[in-house]
C-alpha cells in the first residue's frame, strides 16, 4: 500500500512540477509570442510604440543629437564612420524611425527598405557588432525623452522593434 501512494504521490508532483516549469518557459518567451495576428509583437506593444513615439516627435531634433553624443560615448570609434553632416543624418534617421513605427503593425511592408537599408550600411562600413551599442544609445535616448513613461513594458516593446530593424537590416 505504502509503495502505491508514493508512486501516487510521484506522479501528482511530476505533473504538477511539469506544468509549472512549461508555463515558466512560456512567460519567458511570453514577449515573443502575439495573441493577435501581428507577430512578432502584440496589439498591446504596438499601441505603445505609436503612443511613445508620438511623445519623442516633438523633441526629434535633440533626441538625434542626444543619440549620437551618446553613441561616440560609447564607442568612439563610431564616429570615423560617419562622413555627412550629423544634424541632416540625425533627421533622416528619424524620418526613418517615424516610417518604421508607421508601419510596425505591418512589418513586412518595410523589410525590402530595411534590407536596402542594411546593405547600403556595409558599404558605410557597419559591422554586426556595432548595431548592439547604437540599440543601446537609442533606448537610452527614449529614456531620456520619456521620462517616467518609459517603463519596463516602454523598454521591452522598443527593444523588440529594435531588434526586429537591426535583424533585418544585419541579415541582409
Ligand atoms: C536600427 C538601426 C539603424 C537605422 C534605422 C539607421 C538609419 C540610417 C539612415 C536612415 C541613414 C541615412 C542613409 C541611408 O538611408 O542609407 C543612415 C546612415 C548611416 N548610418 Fe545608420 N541606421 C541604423 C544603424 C546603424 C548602425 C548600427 C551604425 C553604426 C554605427 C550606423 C551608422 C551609419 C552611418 C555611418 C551612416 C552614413 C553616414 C554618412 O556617412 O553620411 N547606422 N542610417
Redesign the pocket.
Known amino acids: 500500500m505504502f509503495y502505491i501512494m508514493l508512486l501516487v504521490v510521484g506522479f501528482v508532483g511530476y505533473f504538477l512540477w511539469s506544468r509549472s516549469a512549461s508555463k515558466n518557459n512560456l512567460q519567458t518567451i511570453a514577449p515573443y509570442i502575439s495573441e493577435e495576428s501581428t507577430y512578432p509583437l502584440t496589439a498591446r506593444q504596438i499601441t505603445i510604440i505609436k503612443q511613445s513615439w508620438q511623445a519623442v516627435l516633438p523633441i526629434k531634433s535633440q533626441a538625434a543629437e542626444l543619440f549620437y553624443a551618446r553613441?561616440f560615448e560609447l564607442?568612439p570609434t563610431?564616429k570615423a564612420?560617419?562622413?555627412?553632416k550629423l544634424d541632416y543624418?540625425g533627421d533622416?534617421?528619424m524620418?526613418?524611425?517615424n516610417v518604421?513605427v508607421n508601419a510596425v503593425d505591418n512589418v513586412d511592408d518595410i523589410v525590402p527598405m530595411l534590407e536596402a537599408?542594411g546593405k547600403?550600411?556595409i558599404i558605410?562600413?557597419?559591422?554586426h557588432r556595432?548595431?548592439e551599442?547604437?540599440?543601446v544609445a537609442?533606448l537610452w535616448v527614449l529614456e531620456q525623452g520619456l521620462g517616467d513613461q518609459f517603463t519596463d513594458e516602454v523598454k521591452e516593446a522598443w527593444t523588440l522593434v529594435?531588434n526586429l530593424?537591426?535583424n533585418y537590416?544585419k541579415e541582409a
Open positions: 553613441l564607442d563610431t564612420l560617419f562622413k555627412g543624418q533622416k534617421l524620418t526613418t524611425l518604421v537599408m547600403r550600411h558605410y562600413g557597419v559591422e556595432h548595431y551599442t547604437v540599440g537609442f529594435y530593424i537591426a537590416m
